[in-house]
């Protein structure tokens, strides 16, 4: 378990000027848990993570990993607890001199592993990640997702308990980054490994994250389960992240934009239903028109699996008796679907 | 042949001995300084690396100290130190003229020169690598050896090409305090005494020496690249 009590790291800047990057942050992530720590560039989650190995020291605060402060070790000891603490990059830092099997031997040096032992650990991480076949290239000849992937190598040799990612596929194209966050959703269930993934992207935290941290100037604004974030976000950043993701959100350009089928005619109503709790099931939006005797055209949907359950909603344009529209809104909100009404086009004024 | 050499260059070869003497002078006057020069600059540049502000072992005073320092005798001009050097080389030396008195100023001359390309060629080294290897566990130590020294062997080497090849430069002023050298050979008897066979000779010679510590160099910088 990791836990971050009350840490505040302040900087310098160059003169006088004091800038406090993280502001009493307490965070706990547990062990076996995919913790995401999501926030714009300069919100301070990158020197919150670096108080997790002591990268950066915290100006004030404690650091604990299974209980033990480890602000408190000596230099020694902190280099022991580092090992088994792995760490990924955005820029991979892999050592362009020495070759994929090198760098992933980087770590293993004191580590008491005959030479045959490192060499045979080093085929094993890389048949864990998958380019068996990469064991003498140079860095310079690989791909970005296969650096990443030698990273991963190279952050797993000593087999650490932690995996520290400082947006390590905010360099990578949609497809690798997939590829890749699927790797480490493998090694978080295959190894147990508890990871704290620090991104600027919601879909990161929807793909591989159990709970999130919403840090924003430097203070989290916002922390849990992620399917409870995405269901109902509090703050407005949050729910700006959360459109960053979702097509519904797209709507409102769409109404703007006057794309045909979009725009609500004389007498209809056009909402954005969203599904919060994980177990709707119900055919909500026919029953509703069946009901109220009212037309549902669907023009939009966005149902994802988040967490294990679905969310998201659908953008759904009413047309019928305008008492009967508002029946059937507050009937579906009783069935705790959230439900906006984004132009309402009853009243001509 | 023969006959051709002794038109082309009669004064060379009635003073070859000379000649002789005057490479090995200046061969012992560069390995020397530039051994002792090699070690003594690349421990400065490496302290002034991870003693510099951020660095892995950050000492603003110790930095201070050795930037100073460093500016310090960069801008004295080599023939002034050669002169004024003399009591130190005495100290260390026994001696302030010849060969062995001509060391200790080339390596005064040399050093902060090599340290502040040592320094230049660990700054290239990507912040990130440091940061990597300080995350696996990795000590200060082994950051300087197996991070900044091994990551940098092509700019080091091509670092110390051109530090020798400034230093065998600098050995042809080394006459002045009688020490010998390609460079006092060829001032004493191509200039002085207008034999300009000699000049030439010495300039061949030299030129060959520079070609050979560039393909060296050059040689070193590019198996080490990838």
Same mark, same amino acid.
């Given at each position: 378990m990791?836990?971050?009590?009350?840490?505040?790291k302040s900087? #310098?800047?160059?003169?006088?000027k004091?800038? !406090?990057?993280?502001?009493?942050?307490?965070?706990?992530?547990?062990?076996? $848990?995919?913790?995401?720590?999501?926030?714009?560039?300069?919100?301070?989650?990158?020197?919150?993570?670096?108080?997790?190995?002591?990268?950066?020291?915290?100006?004030s605060?404690?650091?604990?990993? !299974?209980?033990?402060?480890?602000?408190?070790?000596?230099?020694?000891?902190?280099?022991?607890? =580092?090992?088994?603490i792995?760490?990924?990059?955005?820029?991979f830092?892999?050592?362009?001199?020495r070759t994929v099997?090198?760098?992933?031997a980087f770590?293993?040096?004191?580590?008491?592993?005959?030479?045959?032992?490192?060499i045979?650990?080093?085929?094993?991480?890389?048949?864990?990640? !998958?380019?068996?076949?990469?064991e &003498?290239?140079y860095?310079?000849?690989l791909s970005?997702?296969?650096k990443?992937?030698?990273?991963?190598?190279?952050a797993?040799a000593?087999?650490?308990?932690?995996?520290?990612?400082?947006?390590?596929?905010?360099?990578?194209?949609?497809q690798t980054?997939?590829?890749?966050?699927?790797?480490?959703?493998?090694?978080?269930?295959?190894?147990?490994?508890?990871?704290v993934?620090?991104?600027?992207e919601m879909?990161?935290?929807?793909q591989?994250c159990?709970r999130v941290?919403?840090?924003? &100037?430097?203070?989290?604004?916002?922390?849990?389960?992620v399917?409870?974030?995405?269901? &109902?976000?509090?703050?407005?950043?949050t729910?700006?992240f959360? #459109?960053?993701?979702s &097509?519904?959100?797209?709507?409102?350009?769409?109404?703007? $934009?006057g794309?045909?089928?979009?725009a609500?005619?004389?007498?209809?109503?056009?909402? =954005?239903?969203?599904?919060r709790?994980?177990?709707?099931?119900?055919p909500?939006?026919s029953t509703?028109?069946?009901?109220? !005797?009212?037309?549902?055209?669907?023009?939009?949907?966005d149902?994802?699996?988040i967490?294990g359950?679905?969310?998201?909603?659908t953008?759904?344009i009413f047309?019928?008796?305008?008492?009967?529209?508002?029946?059937?809104?507050?009937?579906? #909100?009783?069935k705790?679907?959230g439900v906006?009404?984004?132009?309402d086009?009853?009243?001509?004024d | 042949m023969?006959?051709?050499?002794?038109?082309?260059?009669p004064?060379?070869?009635?003073? *070859?001995?000379? *000649?002789?003497?005057?490479?090995?002078? +200046?061969?012992?006057?560069?390995? @020397?300084?530039?051994?002792?020069?090699?070690?003594l600059?690349?421990?400065?540049g490496?302290?002034?690396?991870?003693?510099?502000?951020e660095?892995?072992?950050?000492?603003?005073? /110790?930095?201070?100290? /050795?930037?100073?320092?460093?500016?310090?005798?960069?801008? /004295?001009?080599?023939i002034i130190?050669?002169?004024?050097?003399?009591?130190?080389?005495?100290?260390?030396?026994g001696?302030?003229?010849?060969v062995r008195?001509?060391?200790?100023?080339?390596?005064?001359?040399?050093?902060?020169? *090599?340290?502040?390309?040592?320094?230049?060629a660990?700054?290239?080294i990507?912040?990130?690598?440091?940061?990597?290897a300080?995350s696996?566990?990795?000590?200060? @130590?082994e950051?300087?050896?197996?991070?900044?020294?091994?990551?940098?062997?092509?700019p080091?080497?091509?670092?110390?090409?051109?530090?020798? /090849?400034?230093l065998?430069g600098?050995?042809?002023?080394?006459?002045?305090?009688?020490?010998?050298?390609?460079?006092d *050979?060829?001032?004493?008897?191509?200039h002085?005494?207008?034999m300009?066979?000699? +000049? @030439?000779?010495t300039?061949?010679i030299l030129?060959?020496?520079?070609?050979?510590?560039q393909?060296v160099?050059?040689?070193?910088?590019?198996?080490?690249a990838?």
């Open positions: 990791i836990e971050l009590q009350n840490i505040v900087f #310098r800047d160059g003169g006088e004091q800038v !406090d990057a993280v502001k009493n942050v307490s965070v706990t992530i547990n062990d076996g $848990e995919i913790f995401g720590i999501i926030g714009f560039s300069g919100a301070g989650k990158s020197t919150l993570v670096r108080c997790i190995n002591l990268l950066g020291r915290p100006t605060g404690t650091v604990k990993i !299974d209980g033990v402060d480890i602000t408190a070790l000596s230099a020694r000891e902190l280099r022991e607890e =580092r090992k088994k792995g760490m990924i990059f955005q820029h830092n892999l050592m362009p001199s099997a090198g760098n992933i770590p293993l040096k004191h580590s008491g592993l005959t030479k045959e032992e490192v045979a650990k080093v085929r094993e991480l890389l048949a864990l990640v !998958d380019l068996s076949d990469k &003498n290239a860095p310079s000849e970005g997702g296969q990443q992937r030698v990273a991963i190598a190279r797993l000593n087999d650490p308990k932690i995996l520290l990612s400082d947006e390590a596929t905010s360099a990578l194209d949609p980054t997939n590829s890749i966050l699927a790797l480490l959703k493998k090694l978080n269930a295959e190894l147990g490994i508890t990871i993934v620090i991104t600027h879909n990161v935290i929807k591989i159990n941290a919403v840090m924003e &100037n430097g203070e989290v604004v916002e922390q849990g389960d399917f409870d974030i995405f269901a &109902n976000p509090k703050h407005t950043l729910r700006n959360i #459109r960053t993701t &097509n519904l959100s797209k709507v409102e350009q769409m109404v703007e $934009e794309l045909p089928g979009v609500p005619q004389k007498g209809e109503v056009l909402t =954005r239903l969203s599904y709790q994980k177990d709707v099931s119900e909500l939006i509703a028109a069946r009901r109220f !005797d009212l037309d549902a055209n669907i023009i939009l949907a149902v994802e699996i967490g359950a679905p969310i998201g909603g953008v759904v047309h019928g008796e305008s008492s009967k529209i508002d029946q059937a809104i507050q009937y579906i #909100r009783d705790h679907v906006e009404v984004i132009k086009a009853r009243n001509p | 023969q006959e051709t050499l002794i038109k082309l260059m004064n060379l070869l009635d003073k *070859f001995p000379d *000649f002789l003497e005057a490479i090995r002078d +200046t061969f012992i006057m560069v390995v @020397w300084a530039g051994a002792i020069g090699f070690v600059g690349l421990i400065l490496i302290v002034l690396t991870v003693t510099k502000p660095g892995i072992l950050e000492n603003r005073v /110790i930095f201070k100290i /050795i930037d100073v320092i460093t500016n310090l005798f960069r801008s /004295i001009p080599f130190l050669l002169t004024a050097l003399m009591p130190l080389s005495r100290l260390i030396m001696t302030a003229i010849y008195g001509a060391i200790v100023p080339l390596v005064f001359g040399s050093v902060p020169f *090599f340290t502040r390309q040592v320094q230049s660990l700054s290239q990507d912040e990130g690598l440091v940061e990597a300080e696996m566990g990795s000590s200060p @130590w950051i300087i050896t197996r991070v900044y020294l091994k990551e940098s062997i092509g080091l080497a091509r670092a110390t090409t051109i530090t020798a /090849i400034s065998l600098l050995t042809a002023m080394a006459g002045v305090v009688g020490a010998g050298g390609l460079g *050979f060829a001032v004493r008897y191509g002085d005494r207008n300009t066979d000699i +000049t @030439w000779a300039v061949i030129i060959i020496a520079v070609s050979v510590i393909a160099g050059d040689g070193i910088a590019k198996r080490h990838h």
